[in-house]
Structures are given as structure tokens and as C-alpha cells.
């Protein structure tokens, strides 16, 4: 049931070095010096760019630091530490000097479709390598200059993750801009260095696929490429109701048509039977939103080598499976609880994942008991449909609408995964705020079988979770 939630990186600041925002106890850090509000600045007179540098600089069992408290007075510090022991501290962010923000013009960027008048926070579109490496970010490639480069090949940063999209000059200047050429040629570079990389596609239909899409998966498959593309993965464009639609006023494209996707999957079926026969799971995968969208069997969970591009949409339905059939057990003891056909419990989600939940539900005989109450996303609009984007306003909106029209009452399981790392919805809203507009009992969970069992138990217990 997982579903990633959106995270925001905040504004650079330009400052060097790292701040430090704990230190455990009894740790080399905390025994060399180390304290809570240090600004790490140099390891063994370098000067550190990020937490990638310091790993590098500080991989032996000791280590001389520069550090500034936060009247900025400096101080050297040698920490040591045990073999294989960690350092002991945590930094505010892994990047020290800023992150790297993109100079493409992608026509489906997701920060450029956003409404108006939102947190700042979330219009910064970053490009930036070392997110690629640390948090599995994509990117383009475009904006690194020949030092970066450089760089990722001595510290070995793999795996990378990387937004392809096509191997079509012409279609990846109309896709990404000016600098798409840079693009190809770092990725060359860095895969004829050993860089390990999982490839995205966005799928945009009439401009990247059918034949275009053969061409870049044959790229990719060419010898010299394919030891170090560790996945590809291929996803469908999303447009929001704010997206500029093209001159011609013709609809924006999209895969929400049964036909279409089973097109897709039927043209990637040829490419994922070779690789199955060669090593026995799917090189190239697509996003479940296909599947779901043609009505069309997932491949076996087997051929999904492990998903690497969970993440990104894609096993995510399989993930879902597994995982309620792992805690089936716990599930079906939080169902006995639980009033004959009482409806109790409504669980919300978003448009995508309904058909996937009713089965499961159905499933583990959660019918009478628990019910499904699918959000449609108004705040984006567009083809956006999963549950963690939709805002404060959809849910409330949804809840009040639903309540209103029952004759029983129920409580409103909502996944935790519409809020980012400080709590708030993409229409900057809290928790108590999204309650308080409510006119139900509104409960939060974390979007795992677990967690939802859980919820079950306390809700027929009459406990508060």
C-alpha cells in the first residue's frame, strides 16, 4: 500500500559546510568534540561540498575536522573511530553549498504545472547529481560541467538515476531543451566508466513513443551501454489542470485510454521477453498506472528484478499484494472485531489505486465492514490520481460529501503519505487542520498493511490510535 510521499528540499542558502543537528552520545563524534549546531566545513584540510565528500574524506579510522560553532569561531577536532563504526552524527542536509537547480525547459515538468501560490519550497526544481546518488532523484545530466563529471567517476557515485526520456536528438531537444545533447554524452561517459544507472522514460504519446521508443530502448540495449543501465523504467506523462496547453488547443496527450495502454505494453512485451530469456527478470519495466489503465494482467513479481524503481510507481501494486498477504493474519483478526455489515471504517485513497484496493479488501472479506472511498484530485486536476497528492481541500471536500449522504456512522482512514516531512498537504494544510474540516472522525495511518490493521483494532476497540 505504500505510496511515496512528496518531499521539499528547502531553499539553498549558498553556505558551505554541513550543520550539525545531533550527535549520539558516547560516539567518536560526541568523544572528539563534536556538538549539535557545528558547522562541519573541512575533512583533512578538504573542503566539503556535501555528505558525499565528507563519506569520502572521512572513510579511514581517523579523521581531522574543521569545524565553526555558531558564532562562527573555528576549531580542529581528530575524531577516531573502531572499524567499520559510524561517526555518530547527523547533518541538517546532505548538501552543504546548495542544490543544483535545473536549466532544462521540460514541457512536462511537474513544478511547472503547480498552482499558483503555494510554498516556495515546492516550485524548486533541482537537477542535482548528488541527489540522483543519495536519494534517487532524476535527473538529466544536462547541467554538469566536466569537474562533476569527473567527480562521480573517482567516488564512484553509482547508481545514478537518470531522466532519458529518448534517444532522438530532434525529440529530446522538443522534450528537454537546448542542452539535451549534454545530456547523452555525460551518460555515455559515465557508463563506459561503470557507473551503474536505472534509466526513466517519460512517456509522452505522439512524441516519444512508438517508433521513437524503440529507438531509445535499442540505444540502451547496445552492448557498449547495457552492462551498467541497471533498470529502465517507463512511466506515463501526468498533466495538472495548470498545464499550458499547446498552441494548436488540442488536448493535452495522455494514457488514460484503455487501447493506448495496452498498446504500450504490448510494444514493451517484445524487449521484456528477450531480457527474460537472457537473465530471467524484465530489464524494462513499465508503471502499473498502464496496467491499471488497460485492465491488463501484471507481469509476475519475479521479473521485476527486485523492483528498483519502486519509487517511481512502479511495482507498487505488487508491493500491495505482498504485503497484505504477509499480514493476512493480522488483518483478518482486526476484521472479527469489527460489527457485522456495519461499514465502520471507510478507507480513502486516490482514483489510481481503487479497483487494486477493492480486490484486496475483498480479498481478506472486508466487505459490510470496511468500504472505499476513492478521492478525486481537484486541487491538480489533470491526469493526477494518486493518493499521495492529493490535498487537504480533496479529502475534506470528499468526507463532508460522503458523511452527509450515509445513514451510519464511519471513521475516515486516510494514508499518511499525502504529507511531507513537515506535516503539511501540498495545499498547506496540518493534520489537526485537515480534522478540524471535517464533519467525520478523521484518522491518519501510514499506508502498510501493518499500520492498517492497527487502525482496525483500535477503532473497534474504541481506543484513540
Known amino acids: 500500500m505504500k505510496q511515496s510521499a512528496h518531499y521539499e528540499r528547502p531553499e539553498a542558502d549558498g553556505q558551505p559546510g554541513g550543520v550539525i543537528t545531533q550527535v549520539e552520545a558516547n560516539s567518536p563524534a560526541a568523544v572528539g568534540g563534536l556538538r549539535c549546531g557545528d558547522q562541519l566545513l573541512e575533512a583533512d584540510g578538504q ?38 563504526q559510524d561517526w555518530g552524527f547527523e547533518v541538517a542536509d546532505p548538501l552543504f553549498d546548495g542544490v543544483k537547480t535545473c536549466a532544462n525547459n521540460c514541457k512536462f515538468c511537474f513544478m511547472k504545472q503547480l498552482p499558483p501560490h503555494l510554498r516556495p519550497t515546492l516550485y524548486l526544481r533541482d537537477d542535482d547529481y548528488r541527489l540522483s546518488f543519495l536519494q534517487g532523484n532524476f535527473v538529466t545530466l544536462t547541467n554538469l560541467d566536466d569537474t562533476e563529471v569527473a567527480r562521480i567517476i ?77 533498470s529502465v523504467g517507463i512511466v506515463p506523462v501526468a498533466w495538472t489542470r495548470y498545464a499550458k496547453q499547446p498552441e ?29 530469456e537472457a537473465q530471467g527478470w524484465d530489464w524494462v519495466s513499465l508503471a502499473d498506472e498502464f496496467y491499471i489503465t488497460a485492465q491488463a494482467p501484471f507481469p509476475l513479481a519475479k521479473y521485476y528484478g527486485g523492483f528498483p524503481q519502486y519509487e517511481n510507481g512502479i511495482g507498487m501494486v505488487w508491493g500491495l499484494i505482498e504485503d497484505f498477504k504477509e499480514h493476512l493474519p493480522q488483518l483478518q483478526q482486526a476484521l472479527s472485531l469489527l460489527p457485522e455489515q456495519s461499514e465502520a471504517v471507510t478507507l480513502v485513497c486516490g482514483e489510481l489505486i481503487r479497483d487494486t484496493l477493492l480486490g484486496a479488501l475483498s480479498a481478506i472479506g472486508a466487505g459490510g465492514k470496511v468500504r472505499l472511498l476513492p478521492v478525486r484530485n481537484d486541487f491538480l486536476g489533470g491526469t493526477v490520481s494518486v493518493t499521495a497528492l492529493l490535498a487537504a481541500s480533496d479529502i475534506a ?11 451510519l456512522p464511519t471513521t475516515y482512514l486516510v494514508p499518511d503519505a499525502l504529507f511531507n516531512h513537515e506535516g503539511l498537504t501540498l495545499d498547506g494544510q496540518s493534520a489537526p487542520e485537515l480534522t478540524a474540516q471535517a464533519p467525520a472522525p478523521v484518522i491518519f495511518f501510514t499506508p502498510t498493511a501493518a499500520s492498517l490493521a492497527r487502525a482496525l483494532i483500535d477503532l473497534a476497540g474504541g481506543r484513540p490510535q
Request: hydrophobic fraction near 40%; avoid cysteine; charge should be negative.
Open 47 to 84: 573542503a566539503l561540498r556535501d555528505l558525499i565528500d565528507w563519506r569520502w574524506y572521512s572513510d579511514g579510522e581517523s579523521v581531522e575536522v574543521l569545524v565553526a560553532d555558531p558564532q562562527g569561531q573555528q576549531r580542529t577536532l581528530t575524531l577516531t573511530r573502531h572499524p567499520g
Open 154 to 230: 573517482e567516488q564512484r557515485l553509482s547508481l545514478l538515476h537518470v531522466s532519458l526520456h529518448a534517444a532522438d536528438p530532434d525529440v529530446r531537444e522538443r522534450l528537454i531543451g537546448p542542452r539535451q545533447a549534454r545530456g547523452l554524452e555525460v551518460l555515455d561517459q559515465l557508463l563506459a566508466a561503470d557507473i551503474d544507472i536505472h534509466i526513466q522514460i517519460v512517456l509522452v504519446p505522439g512524441v516519444n513513443d512508438g517508433e521513437v521508443l524503440d529507438e531509445t530502448l535499442l540505444y540502451l540495449a547496445d552492448p557498449q551501454r547495457k552492462p551498467h543501465v541497471a
Open 248 to 276: 494548436d488547443a488540442s488536448p493535452l496527450p495522455d494514457y488514460r485510454d484503455q487501447l493506448d495502454a495496452a498498446r504500450v505494453i504490448e510494444q514493451v512485451q517484445r524487449y521484456q521477453f528477450a531480457e527474460e
Open 397 to 407: 471536500g470528499a468526507v463532508t460529501y460522503d458523511s452527509e449522504r450515509l445513514t
